[in-house]
């Protein structure tokens, strides 16, 4: 005959502490959860409208964090470099991901720093492992696209005015940062592989950054694809021009600094945002988001 188990067994008393201990924890466990998806859960849309300060201050914070990124990697060891441009990626991008409507100058900030990191991983993929740039612009397009594809896919649209969940922010983000490396090895490729030099790569880049408006406007191109196409050569276009600025003449630029060059720009961008942040001129209103999403 089997002998139960007794009430005072210390296993017994084990299972049960456990068991009450693990229902007693639980519930806060799931609340705490409950609350940070509600604290990361968007209550609006987390980008800016696009108008065209947007496209400005776009421009301007890629060739800061080109000239940033240059002066930090020649003026520091590249790794404490390297190291304090992913710092700061991370505050940024944590400040942005835990915000739940779209503030200036916390969303500016992300791409400042997107930009300063973004130059940086290009740059090691040339000069630390000794890609190509030819290579590393295929590369990163082919990366560009898989994020795309997959975003697509899950999202069913690749609208930027459609950033009102937690994953569809996580694809934007991975996005942007895809294009800010693409751009950078794009950039450098026009200018020191082909040649042509850090001005014309940025006259060149402008032209074609340019056309999506011009064909948005003259032949209804899609909205989304107009929007993304500019978005890419925003880098090439604004790192071109601040590579010519700052670096030396021997370089084929002004030799203005890259330090000098990247003060100039911050207070800019600073100046710009601060006039956002004031007249919120670029938050979005619901009909330009609706015209958009009804493209996709």
């Known amino acids: 005959m089997t002998e139960s188990p007794s009430p005072l067994d210390p296993d017994t008393d084990s299972a049960l502490v456990g068991t009450n201990a693990w229902a007693a924890t639980y519930p806060r466990i799931r609340s ?16 800016p409208e696009i108008t065209v300060l947007f496209w400005v201050i776009k421009v301007l914070t890629t060739a800061m964090g080109e000239a940033t990124s240059d002066f930090l990697v020649f003026q520091i060891d590249p790794v404490i470099a390297v190291i304090l441009g992913a710092v700061g990626l991370a505050i940024a991008m944590a400040l942005q991901l835990l915000a739940r409507r779209y503030i200036p100058a916390i969303y500016w900030l ?16 040339h000069i630390g492992l ?11 397009s082919l990366c560009l696209a898989v994020i795309f594809c997959i975003w697509y896919l899950t999202e069913r649209t690749l609208s930027i005015h459609s950033i009102y969940t937690p ?17 950078t090895a794009a950039g450098d490729m026009t200018a020191s592989t082909m040649g042509l030099g ?3 790569s940025g006259v060149m880049f402008g ?20 929007f993304w196409i500019a978005y890419v050569l925003t880098r090439p276009f604004g790192a071109s021009f601040a590579d010519w600025a700052g670096k030396a003449q021997n370089l084929s630029g002004l030799g203005l600094g890259t330090g000098g060059v990247s003060v100039v720009l911050t207070i800019v961008i600073v100046i710009l945002v601060g006039y956002l942040t004031v ?3 670029d938050v979005e209103r619901a009909g330009s988001a609706a015209s958009e999403i009804s493209a996709r």
């Open 110 to 125: 992300a791409v400042a720093m997107v930009a300063v990191f973004g130059t940086m991983g290009a740059d090691v993929v």
């Open 207 to 226: 032209i074609l950054f340019v056309l999506p408006a011009l064909g948005y406007r003259l032949i209804r191109l899609n909205p989304i694809l107009a």
């Open 167 to 183: 994953r569809r922010e996580l694809f934007y983000w991975a996005t942007v940062m895809a294009t800010f490396a693409l751009g």
């Open 32 to 47: 705490v959860a409950m609350l940070l998806w509600q604290r990361i859960t968007p209550v609006a849309t987390k980008v």
């Open 198 to 200: 850090y001005f014309t």
């Open 279 to 281: 007249t919120r001129k």
């Open 130 to 140: 000794g890609v190509p740039y030819v290579v590393s612009t295929v590369f990163f």
